[in-house]
């Protein structure tokens, strides 16, 4: 089937219809390259460090505005909204993409557009997710959808690190309007499909030591030493094969120059577990570890968790994940089924049916030249709209 300029397909009666649409969507989403591309530009260059994501859900907010939605606005936590409204407005599906990166303000953040990648910080987390929330109204109008529920497009702040997905915690508890349905728009991968949450402890370790410098322990005082040290110790806590869990080390900070001693030391970690006992033990483990460091060396040592999710989700054969999963193979796509920390967890506490999906193929992330594939996207944004047709169709329903 050949796309034009409009498709008519609006909502389409059946789930195998759907199926069957996927290569024209996919062709006519690529018709739309400078539109996507120009969203991902003009978002990504806005610098949206977690806690500073206003300027960038203003940018959001303005091009919803721009595209024509009626309902836009933003709240106390700057998170972005959006609302298509469908032509029954009965209920509402929510797709959402987190505005927030690991870049501060003084990172250059321009984005360098060539034939098939586009490369700079954040592109792929999140900003190109966050550009397919902003694509989603011109690409629904080109294929002449029109939804029976009303769509909530948000681009959702303070996700990351400290964050602890607080802007979609705000929404989802303040919410007065029934949600049938949540995806999460991820830029990478395409074929991502999370429909579970892991257990999840989230902080920080951190040392400090007097700055006066002893001569008579010279070359043993070092907050860099009193760190490695707790790491032993975290080395040591056993882990359960089953259920699987683990702990991540992902981030230290110590020291001001090469022939300075590191008065201060930082270890950021996460404890993750498909089990919420396992993780609060080895929570407990870890804050055993750091206190019998401490009482040995005598430093200064601070364990600060900021961060918790409880596993749950919905299972592998709701029909939600069932249709997202058929919709990846008509794609030629093996769904990967990865368990999720992210914004996934805030539908979970509130029995809300969600899935986490990736829009494209790219690598390096949290890297300065982090990058996405252009040509991948055009089957990622077929498929999210795909899984919104279905869910608007009422395939995915329990019943």
Partial sequence: MAPSKNMSIKTAGTFEQIQEQLPALTEAISEMRETILANLVLLGEIPAPTFKEERRNKMLVN??????????????????????????????????????????????????????????PGVADNTLGLAAIASLPDILNKLDIELKNDLILMGSTKSLGRGDIEGLRFFLANNEHPIKAGICVEGVQFGRLSHMSIGMLRGEIVCRIPAEYDWTSFGDSSAILTINEVI???????????????????????????????????LGFEIRSESGSVV??????????????????????????????????????????????????????????????????????????????GVSSGKNLQM???????????????????????????HCNEH
């Avoid at 595209?67 to 929510?94: P, R, W």
Wanted: hydrophobic letters at 35%.
């Fill in 63 to 120: 091009r919803f505005s721009e595209v024509g939605l009626l309902n836009t606005a933003m709240d106390e936590k700057d998170n972005g909204f959006g609302v298509l409204e469908g032509s029954e407005g009965e209920g509402n599906i929510l797709v959402l993409a987190h505005t927030d990166t690991v870049f501060s303000e003084k990172t250059d953040h321009t984005l360098s557009v060539k034939p098939d990648v586009v490369t700079g």
């Fill in 232 to 266: 032993n110790k975290i080395n040591d806590i056993p882990l359960p094969k089953r259920p699987r869990s683990s702990i991540v080390l992902g981030k230290m900070e110590g020291g001001a120059d090469f022939n300075k001693r590191a008065t201060t030391a930082k």
């Fill in 280 to 357: 609060d033990e080895i929570g407990y483990r870890l804050e055993e570890a750091v206190a019998e460091v401490a009482s040995k060396t005598g430093d200064y040592l601070n364990l600060d968790i900021f961060a918790k999710r409880q596993p749950g989700g919905i299972e592998f054969s709701h029909p939600l994940v069932r249709c997202a999963r058929q919709i990846l193979k008509e794609c030629e796509v093996n769904p990967r089924y990865e368990p999720s920390t992210s914004e996934l967890s805030g539908f979970i506490d509130y029995d809300i049916p969600a899935l986490t999906v």
């Fill in 368 to 394: 300065e030249d982090e990058f996405i594939n252009i040509d991948p996207m055009y089957k990622g944004l077929a498929q999210l709209v795909a899984i919104i047709l279905a869910v608007d169709g009422g």
